[in-house]
């Protein structure tokens, strides 16, 4: 099979225009190709007057095709193969179900996998079921009453449920294309096989999670929603069971060998748990920052130019960096276009907020996070669990600065970048279904976080014409965009504590959708291994 790279097509070619350039570009005829699969499609807008789209295309050829890719640069053209991707043998011999918990995207990934092999896995959810869930963030954010068990951060599909369903990632690893064969399996749409920019949407990404779910009950899994677990049973350096409790009151002790934490990054009371049972835990770097909006239509503005209202390009988005020589660096983080900002708490008496947007990404405003590195050396001390504290402490200076009740602290860029605090909005309205208070959001975030955000914000703006726009609006704060902790695992990806698994971003070895599920195939290859290291 051939891969053949850069093919450039005008804005709403059809698959046989596209078929047609792949093959004048190798010189064979169209009639030549027994196959032909799109692997990638991106859109070009470097040049604002000269707008098309980018194809990467896969074919089989009745031809000598070693030939043919030897006659052409690697990166244009090169052979490949089919991707497949089979789950290791089973080596697992206890008579104990392995149990899986948290049901978002690495414990959806770890227990199908699982499940796949025979193993009937038992996954426990503190959270409800999506559609139980869905009523209940609803509740919370017409009500401003939060269920502390299940919300943005807690329920079937974990956080991503309740954002974009953005499907980037930097890592390269063979799995990633069956996580995404398995989503589209499941209901996800097939565009994420190829898109350069793939995302579900929150409006579809419940059905596709269901369907999964379903599929490893089929498969003799089971499922337990509003079910936590408390405690863990270890002795001897080996984890024996563990201690759950359900949103009745019932608690019970389990039996097992094999647990794989998969608890998500919110997670923060079992953390706390876990590390007074001797699970050994290390600092890491995370990131704080705040919630930008902007008009969709200035993006799509700077972005396509003349193209700017082109229904076939859909909403732009935008990444942006800035790493200045001598000093942080900030980064733009989950991009929803068309979408909107969210109160996504989880503990009661804090606010945090996140990102979400339907797949037609059809909204008013354009969001992202704007976020800063925070290294270890600036948490208050030394304990593993610094960070959680850190952000907790910012968490409940937002809770304060937005009045109780769950009110979101926002500014707009203009008085944040003068430092004046915001006493009415401007022609941005802001999106947060708790609404917001306008206030300093230097109340909330501290000086290493607030000074290099003016900083990037201004060098985005030299990036992306009308980023420092004056009225576009800041919320804050973004603090839940990774762990601020890490389990430490070993080479069989098992813990301090032999037989557990520590799993996804509450872990600290992921960062977003695919990287969680990615490892949640890891953790479950690790589990069929059997294998146990001293």
Not at 28 to 45: C, G, L, M, Q, Y
Not at 91 to 112: D, N, Q, T
Not at 238 to 261: A, K, M, P, Q, R
Not at 400 to 426: H, I, M, W
Request: charged share 25%; proline share 5%.
């Amino acid at each position: 099979m051939l891969r053949i790279n850069e093919i450039a097509v005008p804005i709403g070619a059809t698959a046989e225009e596209i078929k047609k350039e792949a093959a004048r570009q190798i010189r064979v005829p169209v009639s030549a190709f027994v196959h032909f699969e799109i692997a990638r499609e991106a859109i070009d807008s470097r040049k604002k007057g000269n707008i098309h789209m980018v194809y990467s295309v896969q074919v089989s050829i009745d031809a000598d095709e070693e030939k043919i890719a030897a006659a052409y640069p690697q990166n244009k053209v090169s052979l490949c193969e089919a991707y497949r991707y089979d789950l290791p043998e089973n080596k697992r011999k206890s008579k104990y179900r392995p149990v899986v918990v948290g049901f978002g995207p690495a414990g959806m990934f770890a227990g199908l996998m699982l499940a796949r092999a025979g193993l009937r896995p038992l996954i426990l959810e503190r959270g409800n079921d999506v559609d139980t869930r869905t009523a209940d963030v609803q509740k919370f954010w017409t009500m401003r009453k939060l269920n502390t068990q299940s919300n943005v951060q807690f329920g079937e599909g974990g956080a991503g449920t309740f954002s974009d369903g953005k499907l980037t990632t930097g890592i390269k690893d063979k799995r990633v294309r069956e996580v995404f064969q398995v989503l589209c399996q499941f209901g996800a749409p097939e565009e994420i096989l190829y898109s350069a920019r793939p995302h579900i949407g929150t409006d579809k990404l419940g059905g596709v999670v269901k369907n999964i779910r379903n599929e490893i009950i089929r498969l003799g899994g089971e499922v337990r929603f509003g079910c936590r677990m408390t405690d863990i049973i270890a002795a001897n350096g080996f984890i024996h069971g563990i201690h759950i409790e359900d949103n009745s009151g019932f608690s019970t002790d389990l039996e097992t060998d094999c647990l794989v934490l998969c608890i998500g990054h919110s997670a923060r009371d079992t953390v706390e748990m876990l590390y007074r049972r001797g699970l050994k835990m290390e600092k890491k770097p995370f990131s704080v920052g705040v919630r930008i909006e902007h008009p969709q239509e200035m993006i799509n503005r700077s972005q396509y130019g003349n193209e700017w209202n082109n229904p076939l390009l859909g909403a732009a988005d935008y990444k942006l960096s800035n790493h200045p020589l001598h000093g942080r660096g900030g980064y733009t983080f989950c991009m929803c276009p068309g979408g909107t900002v969210v109160c996504a708490s989880s503990e009661e008496d804090m606010v945090v907020v996140n990102g979400m947007s339907e797949y037609a990404r059809d909204g008013e405003n354009a969001n992202s996070a704007i976020l800063i590195g925070i290294e270890p050396e600036y948490f208050a001390d030394e304990h593993p669990l610094a960070g959680m504290a850190f952000q907790r402490e910012i968490e409940r200076k937002a809770f304060l600065c937005g009045g109780k009740n769950y009110t979101a602290p926002a500014q707009k860029v203009g008085d944040f970048l003068k430092e004046n605090a915001s006493v009415r909005g401007g022609a941005v309205r802001p999106t947060c279904p708790t609404g917001v208070e306008w206030t300093d959001i230097r109340r909330v975030l501290p000086p290493v976080v607030t000074d290099q955000l003016a900083v990037s914000i201004l060098a985005f703006d030299k990036k992306l014409k009308g980023f420092a726009l004056p009225d576009a609006v800041l919320t804050a704060p973004e603090s839940r965009s990774s762990s601020p902790v890490r389990i430490v695992r070993d080479e069989c990806r098992q813990a301090s504590i032999k037989g557990i698994f520590p799993c996804g971003e509450g872990a600290g070895y992921a960062g977003g959708i695919v990287s969680a599920a990615v490892d949640g195939i890891r953790c479950a290859e690790a589990v069929l291994a059997d294998e146990y290291w001293d």
